[in-house]
């Protein structure tokens, strides 16, 4: 499977790319409404970054207790009732006056719900397409992602001035509202990929067999740290630019869609492998350029060549599919997800709280560095075995 036609031939593939899409047009306009009202409240960087991205704290909660559900429920049901519960959560922090620590309640909720979304999505994606197929739909879906994170962040700039923050987060809510249906009534009925009943014993049992394989304890340190290093330069975006975060958030989606499009379906197999440690290299370096405070044309073409570098998450997601049995590849996909979300999150962190001491170019430049040094430490630890197969 190479060519687009043949993936949205797929049955089910169509109705799994929109609901996708639509649900993450629905986060990236809740969340830049999000940030620009808790920065608005507060004037606090930490907080304003922490309510873009804060919510991924929960998903390492998700994760360790939550996760053997990605395996064990209907990815139709399942599918339907996230995004369902998303829509929910987003109109109630959607309602006047309420304040800022019930705001970020909310967020935690939604982040201990997001945890499963990725493990169900993902583990479906792999049930709908032949193995070889796999990273061709995946990039696919990280196309959509970088395509609804520009028109969204393009529409809740407008959005805010038309309306207001808690009004485009209404906006959002009936954008998730439309994805569960689509889940609904677009999805064909599907048992679960395993037998049993989700348990904390089975999430941890799982975690602990995916990640006794140092081959894949490595793929999924790449995945996770030096990405969530980067997301905390992304999260000091309002705070750096007031005026202009729209902007910078819509080119850095742009950034990523580029790489996903040449490297899901230009870049041949041969080459790939060979441009897996550059493209890690690429997500960091071009921000190191903030030492120098540049102007914001040179700050725009930085964030959205550097973007191109998220590109290198596909070419290990589909090294993590190849290392993994096929009974907990949901699991394993749903493990990814979370980690890389709650290192989201910590990078948002670290980033928000190093910008309040210094200033959000020093921030930006140190997470950067930060992120060029953990990806130089795990190279050796990435380098394909002579034999290499699926470990179980």
Request: positive net charge.
């Amino acid at each position: 499977m190479r060519t687009y036609g043949q993936l949205f031939r797929a049955p089910e593939f169509t109705p799994l790319f929109a609901t996708s899409a639509v649900h993450s047009m629905a986060s990236t306009v809740s969340g830049l409404a999000l940030g620009t009202l808790v920065y608005a409240a507060t004037g606090s960087p930490f907080l304003a970054a922490l309510a873009m991205f804060g919510s991924s704290f929960a998903q390492v909660i998700g994760a360790t207790a939550l996760m053997s559900a990605a395996d064990r429920l209907p990815p139709r049901a399942a599918l339907t009732a996230l995004a369902a519960a998303f829509a929910t959560g987003t109109a109630v922090m959607a309602v006047p006056g309420l304040p800022v620590w019930a705001v970020f309640a909310v967020l935690f909720g939604l982040g201990l719900v997001a945890s499963l979304g990725g493990g169900v999505r993902y583990g479906l994606l792999n049930e709908i397409l032949p193995q070889r197929g796999y990273l061709l739909g995946r990039s696919v879906l990280n196309m959509s992602v970088g395509i609804t994170q520009i028109c969204g962040f393009a529409a809740g700039g407008l959005l805010l001035n038309a309306l207001s923050p808690r009004g485009t987060l209404l906006v959002a809510a009936g954008l998730d509202l439309a994805a569960a249906l689509i889940a609904c009534l677009g999805l064909a009925r599907r048992p679960a990929r395993a037998v049993g009943r989700p348990s904390v014993t089975a999430t941890w049992r799982n975690n602990v067999r995916l990640w006794a394989s140092p081959p894949r304890r490595y793929v999924y340190l790449a995945l996770w740290v030096p990405n969530g290093l980067i997301v905390g330069c992304e999260a000091l975006f309002v705070p750096y630019a007031p005026g202009h975060a729209g902007l910078l958030f819509a080119l850095a989606a742009g950034g990523m869609l580029a790489g996903d499009v040449l490297v899901g379906r230009f870049v041949p197999g041969r080459w790939r492998e060979r441009l897996a440690a550059p493209l890690r290299l690429l997500l960091a370096a071009p921000y190191l350029i903030f030492m120098v405070d540049p102007p914001l044309p040179v700050a725009a073409a930085a964030i959205t060549l550097a973007s191109a570098g998220y590109a290198a998450s596909l070419l290990l997601q589909e090294r993590l599919v190849a290392l993994t049995p096929a009974d907990v590849r949901g699991q394993a996909l749903g493990l990814h997800s979370s980690g890389m979300m709650t290192m989201q999150g910590i990078g948002a962190a670290l980033g928000g709280a190093l910008a309040q001491a210094t200033s959000p170019a020093w921030s930006m430049t140190a997470m950067a560095a930060a992120s060029v040094l953990v990806t130089v430490s795990l190279a050796p630890g990435l380098r394909p075995r002579a034999g290499e197969a699926v470990l179980r």
